[in-house]
């Protein structure tokens, strides 16, 4: 390819510089006479210089496409611009010198003219070759500069993220970084309440890279995201903070005509998108917090997902994902079993614990998008599971007398259901409303605030609880700033009864369960300064958590180099318990949060 363009820059060096004067091209090759009369033929030598005018362009095009993949060149075509333009003087030069020859020889008139003529439009197609190639030269270094993508055996890798410095202030304490755990915020008995928090983070800085390949028919892509909110063992705040890299998306996709289909870890399909049903378009709330805000529903998990594209105004998909029951029940005994913590020997948190699923989660949902807003409908199927052991509370059925144990049990299965609808619209072109909602059986962990999905009979058996999440968000969007408001909710039921061997209620949300120690302040439950007393006597279950947030961020600068900006942002938070015999428990919470950030280009 160098050899190649070396080549042609001598060939224009070659018929470009005048070496010779006129009278030395023999006649009949376009430079010596005219008309036998030994006059410069100024038209031919003009052709002459206009195809190599062209072929040069030809040159400079073709170089303009190699610098896209070889950034390197950048100076080489600087210099030949430089000689080009160099050439093209000369020859303007020399012509001028040959119409004053043909003058002082006293030439007809008419000749002069014609003369005069071609110089002219000699000089005008120069000054126009000239503005062509330094516009060639600024859009080539312009892309040298700043490519979009890098280029690698046919694959386009566009890399991405930004870099985050935040902070966050609560005015009661959590111990927790710019992720606020929702269904963790404290009654009013707590210790905690009496103290507030501040904490500087990073780890919210994000990392990216899109790959992309075409083949003749199929368009594949794989992206992969992640960020530093992971902990590990030995990571604290004490000296080098000194956090783990997460996964948040791994997946790779391949499209064919209007078919789209996904495997890998991304957002689930319950999360709505801005365009069709598109990886990469979700609605994300604009918040700092990143667990963004209560009434959103979400999930980024492993799944399988198949779109078809009917036209430019409809979707539909549908998708199994990864499964998880979450549960939470007071008062049981000890007669079932869903889980275990994680075998570290099989890569998973030894900390933790998980669910043993039976199948996974489907989702199906469809996207339509008429010419004003985009609007879903979707709907999700799960199956929950556990082992029932009816003979460990005696005297249930089954045991005949004997001692607890494990004879006659069994599996019990229950089918959870949930579906929901998005709807976002945008007027004056600036401003976009967007309302989502869900509600079912066994959804709760698809909220952002974390309920549960189920609780347990008395018998062991599961029991689901019925849950909502509404969300309303408000952003207006300007050159310099985005603004935003959100207010959201999630509710989850009450399930409960009275155990027949305890008498005593179990379950979840019991009018019955004792609520009179979430009011009352413990001693701290050791010396070493970092445990508070726990609230005795209090059995709450959270009811509903409501959040109303208020931001805006302000872009400093946008353009080929990256976008930096910064945010404040101002969140109201309440948990509501069910009420119990000692009263309903209340936590409130008040979050300050600011963010400074700079996005690769």
């Not at 036998?36 to 100024?42: D, L, W």
């Not at 040069?56 to 950034?71: H, N, T, V």
């Not at 093209?88 to 020399?94: D, F, R, T």
């Not at 970092?530 to 109303?548: H, K, M, W, Y």
Request: charged letters at 15%; hydrophobic letters at 35%; one cysteine or more.
């Amino acid at each position: 390819m160098r050899q190649t363009t070396i080549a042609g820059i001598l060939w224009l060096a070659l018929v470009l510089l005048p070496t010779r004067t006129l009278g030395q091209f023999p006649a009949g090759n376009g430079g010596s006479t005219a008309n036998g009369s030994g006059k410069p033929n100024v038209s031919a030598r003009l052709e002459v210089m206009e195809k190599a005018l062209e072929a040069q362009q030809k040159q400079i095009l073709f170089l303009e496409d190699e610098l896209k993949s070889r950034d390197a060149q950048l100076q080489q075509l600087q210099q030949q611009v430089t000689q080009t333009q160099a050439a093209v003087n000369e020859a303007v030069k020399q012509a001028v010198q040959e119409s004053q020859s043909v003058a002082a020889q006293s030439a007809p008139v008419e000749q002069l003219e014609e003369v005069k003529k071609d110089v002219d439009d000699l000089k005008g197609g120069a000054a126009a070759m000239a503005l062509n190639l330094q516009e060639t030269q600024k859009s080539a270094r312009e892309q040298a500069e700043s490519p979009l993508a890098l280029h690698f055996k046919g694959v386009t890798i566009t890399p991405g993220g930004f870099m985050a410095f935040e902070t966050v202030y609560r005015n009661r304490a959590l111990g927790a970084d710019i992720n606020t755990p929702f269904n963790s915020i404290q009654f009013p008995g707590s210790g905690q309440n009496a103290l507030s928090e501040f904490y500087a983070s990073g780890r919210q800085s994000r990392i990216s890279m899109l790959a992309e390949g075409k083949l003749s028919d199929i368009r594949l892509s794989g992206y992969v995201e992640a960020d530093f909110l992971s902990a590990a063992v030995t990571s604290n705040n004490n000296q080098s903070n000194s956090y783990a890299l997460r996964q948040r998306q791994v997946w790779g996709q391949a499209s064919y005509h209007d078919w789209t289909i996904t495997g890998g870890q991304m957002w689930s399909l319950v999360t709505e998108t801005k365009k069709g049903l598109d990886n990469r378009s979700e609605a994300l709330p604009m918040t700092i917090d990143a667990q963004y805000t209560t009434g959103f529903s979400w999930e980024r998990q492993p799944g399988i997902r198949i779109v078809r594209k009917f036209n430019d105004h409809f979707w539909a998909g549908a998708s199994v994902e990864n499964p998880s029951t979450t549960f939470a029940a007071r008062g049981n005994a000890s007669n079932f079993a869903l889980g275990g913590p994680g075998n570290s020997g099989g890569l998973y948190n030894s900390t933790a614990n998980y669910s043993f699923n039976a199948t996974p989660d489907v989702i199906v949902k469809v996207a339509f998008e008429p010419g004003f807003g985009h609007y879903e409908l979707f709907a999700i199927g799960s199956r929950f599971r556990d082992r029932v052991y009816p003979c460990a509370e005696p005297p249930l059925g089954g045991c005949n007398g004997n001692p607890p144990s494990a004879q006659s049990s069994y599996i019990s299965s229950r089918n959870g259901a949930g579906f929901g609808a998005n709807a976002r619209i945008t007027l004056f072109k600036q401003l976009d409303l967007g309302v989502h909602g869900l509600a079912g059986n066994g959804v709760g962990r698809y909220g952002t605030a974390g309920l549960p999905d189920a609780t347990v009979n008395a018998d062991g058996t599961l029991a689901l609880l019925r849950s909502y999440q509404a969300l309303g968000t408000l952003e207006w969007h300007t050159p310099r700033f985005d603004w935003y408001m959100n207010a959201g909710e999630e509710y989850i039921g009450k399930r409960w009864e009275i155990d027949p061997v305890s008498l005593k209620p179990v379950g979840y949300g019991s009018p019955l369960f004792v609520t009179s120690g979430c009011f009352t302040e413990t001693l701290p439950a050791s010396g070493n300064g970092f445990s508070f007393g726990p609230l005795l006597n209090c059995n709450a279950d959270t009811q509903r958590v409501i959040e109303g947030t208020v931001g805006f961020w302000l872009k400093l600068h946008s353009g080929p180099k990256g976008r930096l900006q910064f945010g404040p942002q101002y969140s109201y938070v309440s948990r509501n318990a069910w009420a119990g015999t000692g009263g309903t428990p209340k936590g409130i919470e008040n979050m300050v949060m600011t963010s400074f950030r700079y996005y690769l280009p």
